[in-house]
């Protein structure tokens, strides 16, 4: 009799046999799309914005992440990354709402919710437009990280109580290792879009500028930090850890604007210096 046993290796199944390997057999696929959106209020109409979704092609399940899924109309609809990743781990992570356990416009947006559900394939939405303001406000997988790491541990548990040995404790590892972002990683998705606004207009002005920038955005990390641990330990209320918030990223942009020189941010800046969190954080 052929001993039959099966394992994981990354995202793939593999079955064993005694005569030996068989060919791997796929365990799912999930693509991350993004598609234009309105800007909302304060925001120029002209100013590119981001939804994103997730979908699951072997299940051709749909991830709307509190909007429209890949599978709606939509306005310049295009895949923005795709790789082999376990569909059911994914689920498992986004739960019975597909939320990966984000509250909208308080711990993270679309972004940050696609985001999560992605880990099972290890990559992002990174190239949707809208990660420049997103990521300061609530970092690449959103606020509540220790809860999404017990999140991803547990969805592995169970896909594996179904099918056991399906995911890697090596997959899991890396998935945990993905979210523990810190804030040098961080910066780098907001200083290229920096760099692409202002160095054509800045020139040779451009490195000193950047530094100074980076003291902003390293400023505004710190303080949602600590301002989330308050909210998390129930010393502020949601609605005052929201404006206290949105008031941070008003204050980054005005300095922001300032440090480019208000005659070139004027030009510049797709973002006006006025314009706060209202178009992310809907006054929830």
């Known amino acids: 009799m052929i001993d039959r046993r099966s394992l994981v ?3 793939t199944a593999i079955v064993l046999t005694g005569y030996g390997i068989a060919a791997p057999m796929k365990v799912g696929r999930l693509q991350a799309w993004a598609m234009r959106t309105g800007p909302g209020p304060g925001l120029p ?6 939804h994103t979704a997730v979908v699951g092609v072997t299940t ?17 609809k295009r895949i923005v990354a795709e790789a082999d990743g376990d569909e059911l781990w994914a689920a498992e992570i986004g739960g019975a709402d ?10 993270g947006a679309c972004q940050q919710c696609s985001n999560r559900l992605l880990l099972p394939a290890g990559i992002d939405v990174n190239k949707a437009r809208g990660n420049e303001i997103t990521t300061p406000l609530f970092g690449k997988y959103g606020f509540g990280i220790p809860a999404l790491v017990a999140r991803i541990k547990d969805g ?8 056991p040995g399906r995911i890697s404790d ?15 990683e961080e910066w780098s998705v907001v200083e290229g879009y920096l760099e ?3 160095r054509p207009s800045l020139g040779p002005d451009w490195p000193s500028c950047k530094a100074d920038l980076s003291h902003v955005y390293y400023a505004l990390y710190n303080y949602r930090e600590a301002l989330f641990s308050q909210y998390s330990k129930g010393h502020i209320t949601k609605a005052d850890f929201v404006t206290r918030l949105q008031g941070a990223l008003g204050g980054a942009i005005q300095l922001v ?23 992310v954080l809907h006054n929830n």
């Open 98 to 107: 597909g939320s990966a356990g984000i509250e909208l416009d308080v711990t």
């Open 196 to 198: 692409s606004l202002f």
């Open 60 to 76: 051709s399940k749909q991830w709307g992440c509190f909007g429209r899924t890949a599978a709606d109309d939509g306005e310049e």
């Open 156 to 163: 592995a548990r169970a896909v594996n109580q179904k099918f």
């Open 9 to 11: 290796v990354g995202g």
């Open 170 to 184: 090596h997959a899991v590892a890396t998935a945990v290792k993905h979210v523990q972002v810190n804030n040098t």
């Open 257 to 279: 604007a300032e440090i480019v020189t208000p005659s070139k941010s004027n030009s510049t800046v797709a973002i006006l210096p006025e314009v706060q969190a209202a178009f």
């Open 45 to 50: 109409q002209t100013y590119p914005l981001d």
